[in-house]
């Protein structure tokens, strides 16, 4: 069983910059693949990062592709989600995911693939 525990969501104006933080524990000396997603009111929950274990390789949707920026510390089995140039659209419920991860190269971009989900935390972006 994984535990994930956010942090860092919050109200801010378009244009400026939060930073999420997902907290990862589990079975000792783990290894996860992580990723975030997020859901608007009234949407599907999307894909918006993910980055494999070994940090070496990530992914990102097209719309916050050169806005946000994921990146993992190992040593403390965290994920963050740094997001600049926030735009109104932007605004949902962001939620970590993770999976344990069997090596270094991998992620996933499909919800369906991750099997250990955080409570969600609140991104609102004003205009």
């Known amino acids: 069983q994984v535990q994930l525990v956010e942090s860092g969501g919050g109200l801010v104006q378009a244009g400026g910059s939060l930073k999420l933080s997902c907290a990862a524990s589990g079975r000792t000396f783990s290894s996860y693949v992580m990723g975030w997603f997020r859901q608007a009111p009234g949407k599907e929950r999307e894909f918006v990062a993910a980055?494999?274990?070994?940090?070496?390789?990530?992914a990102y949707a097209n719309s916050v592709k050169g806005r946000f920026t994921i990146s993992g510390d190992n040593a403390k089995n965290t994920v963050y989600l740094q997001m600049n140039s926030l735009k109104p659209e932007d605004t949902a419920v962001y939620y970590c995911?993770?999976?344990?991860?069997?090596?270094?190269?991998?992620?996933?971009?499909?919800?369906?693939?991750?099997?250990?989900w955080g409570q969600g935390t609140q991104v609102t972006v004003s205009s």
């Open positions: 980055i494999s274990w070994s940090g070496g390789s990530t």
């Open positions: 995911a993770a999976d344990y991860a069997l090596s270094g190269n991998y992620y996933y971009t499909e919800a369906y693939e991750y099997p250990y």
